[in-house]
C-alpha cells in the first residue's frame, strides 16, 4: 500500500463545477503540499498545509491531522485549472508524493 | 518569476556521455535542494536530497556513483548522470526548500533523452 493515496486518479468535469480532490496519508507527516503539474512538466507549489485550511483565490485546501487526510478544493473550474495535481507530504526530512490526480475541465 | 532556475530544460545525448543539469535558487539561499525523476506517467520519485557543503543523501535503490549531485553554494546544486543509458531517459526535476518559511519551489524540470 502506498504511503501517499490520491483519489480520484482521473477527473473530467464542466467548466463551474466544484471539484474535490482526496490525498490520505499513513506515516507521521510535518508539512503536506498540494502540487500542480502542467502538461510540460512544470511543477507549482500550491500549498503548503500543516494544519487547518489555507485558501488562494479559486482554491481551498484542507488538512486533518487526526484523519490523516487532506483535500484540494477548486471552486468554478476553469479550463486552464486542467493539470495533474500531486499531494506530497514531508515525513522525516522525505517528500512522499501521490500519485497524482489528472483533472480536464472541459469548456 | 520563477525563484527557482533549472538548466537545460531538455537534453539530448549518446549513449555513454555524462550530461550535467544545474539547479539554482535565485531569490533565497537553499542550504536543501531535491532531485526527482519522473517516468511517464508515473509519480514523482524522489532521487536524493541535497545539502550545501556536505553529500547527498540518496534514496535507495538509486546509484550514487550513476548520479552525482554537488551543492557547492547555497544557491547551485548540480546533478550529473555519468555514463548516461537509454534507460536513464526521464524528466528531471528538482527543487528548493525555503529555509525562512519552510515552501518548497521547484525548477521546470529537464527532459534528458538518451539515444
Known amino acids: 500500500k502506498n504511503e501517499v493515496e490520491q483519489s480520484p486518479q482521473n477527473l473530467t468535469a464542466q467548466e463551474g463545477e466544484f471539484i474535490t480532490i482526496n490525498c490520505s496519508y499513513s506515516v507521521g507527516i510535518s508539512a503536506l503540499h498540494w502540487l500542480q503539474q502542467h502538461p510540460g512538466g512544470g511543477i507549482v507549489s500550491l500549498f503548503m498545509?500543516?494544519?487547518g485550511k489555507k485558501k488562494h483565490g479559486r482554491l481551498i485546501a484542507t488538512i486533518n491531522i487526526q484523519e490523516k487526510h487532506s483535500s484540494l478544493h477548486i471552486t468554478a473550474s476553469h479550463p486552464r485549472d486542467s493539470a495533474v495535481y500531486i499531494c506530497a507530504v514531508r515525513a522525516n526530512d522525505k517528500i512522499i508524493f501521490g500519485k497524482g490526480t489528472r483533472l480536464h475541465i472541459l469548456p | 518569476g520563477a525563484v527557482v532556475s533549472q538548466h537545460p530544460s531538455w537534453v539530448i545525448c549518446k549513449s555513454g556521455t555524462s550530461v550535467k543539469i544545474e539547479c539554482r535558487s535565485l531569490d533565497f539561499q537553499a542550504t536543501t535542494m531535491f532531485w526527482y525523476r519522473q517516468f511517464p506517467k508515473q509519480s514523482l520519485m524522489l532521487m536524493a536530497t541535497s545539502n550545501e557543503g556536505s553529500k547527498a543523501t540518496y534514496e535507495q535503490g538509486v546509484e550514487k556513483d550513476k548520479f552525482l549531485i554537488n551543492h557547492a553554494s547555497l544557491t547551485l546544486s548540480t546533478l550529473t548522470v555519468t555514463s548516461a543509458h537509454p534507460e536513464d531517459s526521464s524528466f528531471y526535476i528538482c527543487?528548493?526548500?525555503?529555509?525562512?518559511?519552510?515552501?518548497?519551489?521547484f525548477g521546470s524540470g529537464t527532459q534528458l533523452s538518451v539515444l
Open positions: 527543487s528548493a526548500r525555503d529555509p525562512t518559511n519552510e515552501k518548497l519551489f
Open positions: 498545509l500543516s494544519s
